[in-house]
């Protein structure tokens, strides 16, 4: 039987492995294949492949042991002779490692701490995600599974999410509430009732809507809840799609032919972007959708050794190169800054390298085998590192200029900028990923080398524009922020494509500002920061970094207010009418809000501070605001699990007791109009600060 769709779901269940692949008709299919785990060992000085191989044999767990050649490093230029130990299920494999060690005769071990799933995904040619081709006989056995070749598609996957968040009850255990979400992110429905009455529509609406992936803030703690007060209550709650209960494993819970997914992770890729991810570690959505960057790299570092035949060593956790004290100052400079102009500037163009770091790798062949302490070896082959680098920097590339001819509000820009995300997130990790201890190929070098190449690229960069009569404001590590007298966007766009001639690296005008102010450190004032800056692009968009706004904790009041006054700045037509007439306004406009604030005319939904709760409440000594505001929701019976952003108003910022010092959001009702006047004057006086401060304003005059 042969059938075309999307691998939704793999994983390895006793001595099988499971494959779940809807197919083109909406039908999911459950295949099976078999599995044999294997490793690799090396034989210590004095012994032989084929003894080693001769004494592992004999164990009834292995199926065959056998000499085979494999390259022991990247670095490697010949291959050696290594025994390639197949294991005859998943329980036996830890017994047959165990074994072994205890013989004594092994010196290096390889390829034994990957998941099974990950050996298993390693040997196939399709990823999860993506489209196959399946044939399989009648019984479910997998006889062949080939990738469909999609090309640059934009479109994600056809998978259904069911979005949901739980509420707990006043005991903080027992389910009060299931919120059913739609792919905006939006409550459309509500279980409510009792528990009991939750749970079943719960169940059967997985049931009925047969969804193909479950999405919940904190699942895997979310789904464990869900399932143990179904059990409790006898209801019969099934998550995934086989005759039995959700089980947890080393990463995480997973619901067969179901993946699960954290909610967070959903909302930043959505399905176009988790497909990447996968894509990319060749891993399952579940597993692809917690790991950090660092292990999806390593994932996919694993993968490309397997195919080009290189052994896998253990994960280390220590440096592969020793540097001292001062090898590492006169080495690791970091990026290039260059410290921006302070204050207010006109007609500034920020001038922006296309994935400066990857593309580095790529262009100058920087790689974990060909790179010393005096750089790139001359006359290298195409080096590890760029090979698994070049297909994801032009995937990522192609769908970001795919997005700027979309228009912003079409399903497909969304899916051009979820997937180029997605592979951006990745790809500025593998620079910082390079030299890191943890990095089973990494060498500190290599991580060293590509700070060294953008160093010089930058540094010519600055030169070249200087070449031309622009001066250079503010430059840091990819970019600079240039300006001239009388120039106008071609100028700039025209001095993008010089620089990109001249390097070798693209880069292009990512904004064009008509008034932009560089602003100090919060803590030092005559001092210049980096990332901190705020400005009005020519096409009236606002555009900030470092400051209030961009924070995820300033209340709607202070974000509104930080826009409005930067508004009324630059709402000017040269820097002349900023300093002398909008600047006044500005003031005047601070001090009114001020007013409102004294006589409680601000809304109490724009002053809502939020805050993420990062641990367990009780794992937290001190007695921070949202901590406060936390348990205060616990005693109402609203206890907020570790993950859950915190929503509270200062009532009484100064009183004695910090339980009386803060509301959480949720537990005012509509009537409430009461909140601490002074301290929210004090955060409206510090953003002024912010805005103004260059000018002379000061939230103390």
């Known amino acids: 039987m042969k059938t075309y769709g999307w691998l939704l779901d793999v994983y390895i269940s006793g001595g099988r492995a499971v494959l779940w692949v809807k197919t083109d008709d909406g039908e999911v299919v459950r295949l099976w294949d078999r599995y044999l785990p294997d490793f690799y060992v090396k034989p210590r000085d004095g012994y032989s492949v084929e003894e080693l191989a001769g004494i592992i044999r004999q164990h009834p767990n292995v199926v065959d042991a056998e000499p085979v050649e494999k390259y022991p490093t990247v670095s490697a230029e010949e291959k050696t002779r290594v025994v390639h130990v197949v294991v005859d299920e998943v329980g036996g494999f830890r017994r047959v490692?165990?074994?072994?060690?205890?013989?004594?005769?092994?010196?290096?071990?390889?390829?034994?701490?990957?998941?099974?799933?990950?050996?298993?995904?390693?040997?196939?040619?399709?990823?999860?995600?993506?489209?196959?081709?399946?044939?399989?006989?009648?019984?479910?056995?997998?006889?062949?599974?080939?990738?469909?070749?999609?090309?640059?598609?934009?479109?994600?996957?056809?998978?259904?999410?069911?979005?949901?968040?739980?509420?707990?009850?006043?005991?903080?255990?027992?389910?009060?509430?299931?919120?059913?979400?739609?792919?905006?992110?939006?409550?459309?429905?509500?279980?409510?009732?009792?528990?009991?009455?939750?749970?079943?529509?719960?169940?059967?609406?997985?049931?009925?809507?047969?969804?193909?992936?479950?999405?919940?803030?904190?699942?895997d703690s979310t789904f464990t809840r869900l399932l143990e007060r179904a059990r409790r209550l006898g209801v019969e709650l099934q998550l995934g799609r086989e005759d039995h209960q959700a089980n947890l494993y080393r990463g995480g819970l997973y619901a067969a032919g179901r993946p699960v997914i954290p909610l967070s992770c959903f909302q930043e890729y959505g399905l176009a972007g988790l497909s990447e991810r996968c894509r990319f570690a060749r891993l399952p959505l579940g597993l692809a959708s917690r790991w950090p960057a660092g292990r999806i790299i390593d994932s996919r570092q694993c993968y490309e050794a397997v195919r080009k035949g290189i052994l896998i060593p253990r994960l280390r956790s220590y440096p592969s190169e020793g540097l001292t004290a001062r090898q590492l100052i006169l080495r690791d400079r970091g990026g290039l800054v260059m410290s921006p102009v302070l204050g207010l500037h006109e007609n500034v163009a920020e001038l922006d390298f296309e994935s400066m770091y990857p593309n580095l790798i790529v262009r100058y062949n920087i790689s974990y085998e060909n790179t010393g302490p005096d750089g790139v070896r001359e006359g290298s082959r195409p080096g590890f590192l760029p090979e698994l680098t070049r297909r994801f920097l032009e995937r990522r590339l192609y769908f970001k200029r795919l997005r700027r001819s979309l228009p912003e509000d079409s399903l497909e820009y969304l899916w051009c900028d979820q997937r180029q995300k997605a592979l951006k997130m990745i790809l500025v990790c593998i620079y910082g990923f390079s030299g890191c201890d943890v990095n089973r190929y990494g060498n500190v070098y290599t991580f060293l080398e590509i700070n060294n190449r953008a160093r010089e690229v930058l540094s010519r960069t600055i030169n070249i524009a200087l070449r031309e009569g622009f001066q250079v404001v503010y430059a840091d590590s990819d970019s600079i922020f240039v300006k001239k007298t009388g120039a106008s966007r071609e100028d700039y766009e025209r001095l993008a494509r010089l620089i990109t001639e001249e390097t070798g690296l693209r880069m292009a005008l990512d904004h064009h500002y008509k008034f932009i102010v560089f602003l100090p450190l919060k803590t030092r004032p005559g001092m210049q920061a980096v990332k901190r800056y705020y400005g009005i692009l020519t096409s009236g968009e606002l555009h900030y970094r470092g400051i209030a706004p961009r924070r995820r904790d300033c209340p709607p009041l202070i974000k509104e207010f930080c826009e409005r006054l930067m508004r009324i700045l630059f709402d000017a037509e040269t820097v002349e009418d900023v300093l002398k007439t909008q600047y006044k306004k500005a003031r005047r406009y601070v001090a009114e809000t001020l007013k409102k604030i004294s006589r409680g005319q601000v809304p109490i939904e724009s002053l809502v501070v939020r805050k993420a709760l990062r641990k367990p409440i009780e794992g937290y000594l001190s007695k921070q605001p949202h901590i406060v505001a936390a348990i205060q929701m616990a005693w109402k019976g609203h206890r907020p699990r570790q993950g859950t952003l915190i929503d509270f108003i200062y009532v009484n910022s100064r009183h004695a007791n910090p339980m009386r010092r803060v509301l959480p959001a949720k537990l005012i009702d509509r009537t409430h109009r009461y909140y601490d006047r002074e301290k929210y004057k004090e955060l409206l006086l510090t953003a002024a600060d912010t805005i103004l401060g260059w000018k002379g304003f000061s939230k103390r005059a």
């Not at 092994?106 to 399709?126: C, M, P, S, T």
């Not at 019984?139 to 062949?144: A, H, I, S």
């Not at 529509?201 to 904190?218: K, T």
């Open 97 to 219: 490692v165990r074994d072994v060690e205890s013989l004594g005769m092994v010196e290096e071990w390889f390829n034994v701490d990957i998941l099974h799933i990950q050996r298993y995904l390693f040997g196939k040619e399709a990823a999860p995600t993506e489209r196959v081709e399946v044939e399989y006989s009648e019984d479910g056995m997998l006889r062949g599974l080939k990738p469909v070749d999609e090309g640059f598609k934009v479109e994600p996957p056809p998978f259904t999410p069911l979005i949901l968040q739980v509420e707990t009850g006043p005991d903080g255990n027992s389910v009060s509430r299931v919120w059913i979400l739609n792919d905006r992110f939006k409550p459309i429905m509500a279980l409510k009732g009792g528990e009991r009455e939750v749970l079943e529509g719960l169940a059967q609406m997985i049931r009925e809507g047969d969804p193909d992936v479950l999405v919940a803030p904190s699942p």
